[in-house]
């Protein structure tokens, strides 16, 4: 599978989140999160600190802004449950303060759920460490995955905005096919993002794809017995490689027609196999390496 490389801290101003308040989860007021503790995330708790020095009187969450997780000096896995439906945020980040980056996973105690605010934001992972969503996700902003962490897309989601990945994309692990919303997916920097199915089963991703910078590529690196097909069509602005780092038993199936003017580099490592189902109509030309 394709891995990227270190990048170090990403700012936690993420994508469209510039213009967003940024809020620190700090439910115990002023001390960094208690490892393998599990808190609670609405908009009734006061448990959110205006900086990252963290607060002896945190406040409750604003609609719409960032949220900025962050763990003890053990760093390692706590677990937050969302209990408000459809709770708006401009993304959320687990880099977490002074380095002290945390394995997050999003869960609930009952009907919780969360709402991208409008526009592409971001959700950041930390070198190393590891955010899982086991709640839907929905709203009409789009998802971008920063950091060179792992970021797990566990269910079905609602959001709208479409799926960006581009310069220092988290890993991106999903186990079905309605984890990327009804958007398109983008590709849209110079490099291979990965984009790794596990789970055992089929997968088929209705998505279309873009590529909207020459140079762009993405890994289907899929576990063992995890094929996937792409069933969305591909527009192809710009040159795109499509690479499928999966065994034997993960093939990857381009059912969609793929369109445009971009060449289009295919590969295959691992055993893998790519199969092109339909007549396409891009116009640049093909390469094929291994």
Do not use: E, K, M
Not at 128 to 154: D, E, K
């Amino acid at each position: 599978r394709f891995i990227p490389a270190a990048l170090g801290l990403v700012c936690c101003l993420l994508a469209n989140n510039a213009t967003a308040a940024v809020q620190y989860f700090d439910p115990t007021g002023s001390n960094p999160l208690v490892t393998g503790s599990t808190y609670v995330w609405d908009l009734t708790s006061s448990s959110w600190a205006s900086s990252s020095a963290l607060s002896a009187s945190p406040a409750v969450f604003t609609a719409g802004n960032l949220a900025v997780f962050t763990a003890g000096p053990s760093a390692g896995t706590i677990t937050v449950n969302v209990n408000t439906a459809n709770l708006s945020c401009g993304g959320f980040d687990n880099n977490g303060v002074s380095g002290n980056a945390c394995n997050l996973t999003l869960a609930t105690t009952g009907g919780g759920s969360l709402s991208l605010a409008s526009g592409l934001q971001g959700v950041s992972v930390s070198s190393g460490f590891t955010t899982t969503v086991n709640i839907p996700v929905n709203g009409s902003g789009g998802l971008n995955p920063q950091g060179s962490g792992t970021l797990n897309l566990n269910v079905a989601n609602g959001y709208t905005g479409g799926t960006t990945l581009n310069a220092g994309s988290a890993l991106l692990q999903f186990n079905n096919g309605s984890a990327f919303g009804s958007g398109t997916i983008t590709l849209s920097y110079a490099g291979v993002a990965p984009f790794l199915a596990v789970g055992g089963s089929p997968i088929t991703i209705p998505n279309a794809f873009a590529v909207t910078a020459n140079g762009d590529g993405i890994n289907f690196g899929s576990a063992a017995n995890t094929p996937v097909t792409c069933a969305g069509n591909w527009n192809l602005s710009h040159n795109v490689l499509i690479r499928n780092n999966g065994d034997s038993t993960a093939p990857l199936t381009l059912s969609g027609i793929i369109s445009g003017s971009g060449t289009i580099g295919i590969s295959a490592n691992s055993g893998g196999t790519i199969n092109l189902t339909r007549v396409n109509t891009d116009t640049g030309a093909i390469t094929i390496t291994s």
